[in-house]
Every structure is written in structure tokens, then in C-alpha cells.
């Protein structure tokens, strides 16, 4: 098994076609089965089926591919380290972000970053943290902005950045607004637009209730989107949370309004995530002092 075989079977997996992946990878068709073959004879197990509907890893596809994921990710961040020793001041960097750090923070981050650094490739992705932190342990991301999980592995390094406090919120024509004290007892009677668990916030959410001995939420549609959740909100008697500084809680004609309850909620903790190893990447470094000095700036607005 070499890096090539493996890149090969990463690509035909990820386009789930033989056809698109030898283009991606400027060989031909044959030629790409003959390596996915070779490899599979090598480990004496199927890696892939072939179908009408495709191609598709099988169990021990699958695992070999989350391996030659990061393997392939750890080998590009060595050519990178190799090239920032020789004074090269580019490379790649995979960002990972939630919705409330994607608004502000983390574009203006970035900006500041290419400013100094303008050879650097910079990709960004928008995911809930539960994703973000499997695409990190993956090696599929190299940073992840996130709400800090209950367990983190020994593997990553977590860098608290600002705590955002967070609020129940409903269309601004709901009954519950009109409402100059709301309890959360007077919350139970309403369905709920929210993630899954165990994404942080629906696990607090969760916490918060059963604290006060009640039920916990329950959801009548949950999303990993914040635009659908927002859109599902407007013009219903659903409820869900934001954070306080969101924008679709500011000003007069905000489409939201956040409840006013008799009882505190919780803060978003969001942080910064990366891998350890020994020696990190200058790029990987530097956009962390970067989002460090920002946040740092902005803690006051948070609070």
C-alpha cells in the first residue's frame, strides 16, 4: 500500500465514480482500477462495490479511507511545513465554522490573515460542531471554530475564544412576546426548531429544562441550518435559540424576539480546535493569534 494507491481510493470514494476521479486525477479509467484492485489484493479484502448506483466503500473501505484521509492530509502538511522551513510563505488551510462565527468573526479573521499572507489557499466550510469535530479528528479540516464539546480527545487542542450568551426566541408577532415574564413552564406547550443532539446547544438546552424538573424540548423539525431554521421560525408558533448578538435579533424591525424569561439560559463557549503534534504549521499558528487578538478585541461586545 502507497500514498498514491490510497489517494486514489479517497478520490473514487468521494465522487463515488471510477470515471470522475481519474479525471480529477489525470489517469486513466483502467489504469485507476488497476491500482484500486492491486491495493485491494494487497490487504486481501474488498474495498469497494460496483453498482448501477455507483461505486461505494464497503465496511472496510470506509475505515481504510478515514485513515488515508488524514494520512493524506498529515503528508500535504508536511510538504507545507517543508516549504514554510525554506522561508515559502504559502500552503493550504482548511477552516471549519459555525453559523454565529461565520457572521463576523471569522471572515475579518481571515481577511487580517491573507493580508500578511496572501500566497496562503484558505477554504472555509460552515457546519454544526458535532460535524466539525469529526472533519477535525478526519483530518478533513485543519481548524475548526466551534462550541467547545463535553469531551474533547486527547488529540486536539481546544482554545476558549468568547462566551456568547444565548436566548429562547419566537416570531415577533408569538404570543409568549407580548409575555413581560416568561417562565419555562410556559415554554412546554410549543414545538421546537433546533439540531440534533448531541450538538452543545441542544444538549444545554436539555439541561436547562430538566434543572428545573421539566420535559425536555421537544422538536417538531430539527436542521443543521440556520437559514432553514430562521425561515421555519417566521410566521409560527415554533420556538428555538440564538445567540444574543445575532443579527436577526438587532434593531426595531428584528424578525425575532428574544423571550424574556424569569431564568438565566446558558453561554456559548466557542473556541478554537486543532490537532496536536509536535510541531504545528506556521499557517495553522498564525491564524490562531490571529483569531486570539480578535476575539480578545471583541470580548467586550459579548458579554
Known amino acids: 500500500m502507497d500514498l498514491r494507491q490510497l489517494r486514489n481510493l479517497v478520490l473514487v470514494a468521494r465522487y463515488s465514480s471510477f470515471g470522475v476521479a481519474a479525471e480529477k486525477l489525470n489517469v486513466t479509467q483502467p489504469a485507476l482500477s488497476k491500482s484500486i484492485r492491486a491495493l485491494e489484493q494487497s490487504l486481501g479484502v474488498r474495498l469497494l462495490d460496483r453498482g448501477q448506483w455507483g ?5 472496510y473501505g470506509q475505515r481504510l479511507i478515514e485513515y488515508g484521509e488524514l494520512v493524506l492530509s498529515l503528508t500535504d502538511e508536511a510538504r507545507n511545513e517543508l516549504d514554510a522551513m525554506r522561508g515559502a510563505r504559502r500552503g493550504r488551510l482548511r477552516i471549519g465554522a459555525i453559523t454565529t462565527a461565520m457572521r463576523e468573526i471569522v471572515p475579518t479573521a481571515i481577511k487580517r490573515f491573507l493580508s ?3 500566497d496562503v ?4 466550510n460552515e457546519e454544526l460542531s458535532s460535524a466539525l469535530y469529526t472533519a477535525l479528528l478526519n483530518g478533513a479540516i485543519d481548524i475548526a471554530i466551534m ?3 463535553r469531551e474533547i480527545s486527547e488529540e486536539i487542542e481546544f482554545l476558549n475564544l468568547l462566551e456568547i450568551p444565548v436566548d429562547i426566541v419566537a416570531d415577533r408577532d408569538h404570543e ?3 409575555m413581560q415574564k416568561v417562565s419555562l413552564s410556559d415554554l412546554n406547550d410549543y414545538r421546537w426548531i ?3 443532539r448531541p450538538e452543545p446547544d441542544r444538549l444545554a438546552l436539555d439541561a436547562m429544562f430538566a434543572a428545573a424538573q421539566l420535559p425536555r424540548p421537544l422538536a417538531i423539525c430539527e436542521t443543521t441550518s440556520s437559514t432553514f431554521q430562521m425561515s421555519m421560525i417566521a410566521g409560527s408558533k415554533w420556538l428555538s435559540y440564538l445567540t444574543r448578538t445575532s443579527v436577526y435579533v438587532q434593531g426595531s424591525d428584528a424578525q425575532f424576539v428574544a423571550l424574556k424569561l424569569d431564568s438565566r439560559t446558558w453561554t456559548r463557549n466557542i473556541g478554537i480546535a486543532y490537532r496536536r503534534r509536535s510541531v504545528l504549521r506556521p499557517v495553522v499558528t498564525s491564524f490562531v493569534k490571529e483569531m486570539e487578538a480578535l476575539c480578545l478585541s471583541r470580548s467586550p461586545q459579548y458579554s
Do not use: F, G, H, N
Request: glycine residues 0%; charged residues 25%; proline residues 19%.
Open 55 to 59: 461505486v461505494r466503500p464497503t465496511d
Open 176 to 178: 409568549l412576546v407580548k
Open 121 to 124: 489557499d484558505v477554504s472555509l
Open 116 to 118: 500578511s499572507q496572501p
Open 194 to 196: 433546533i439540531p440534533a
Open 147 to 149: 462550541a467547545r464539546p
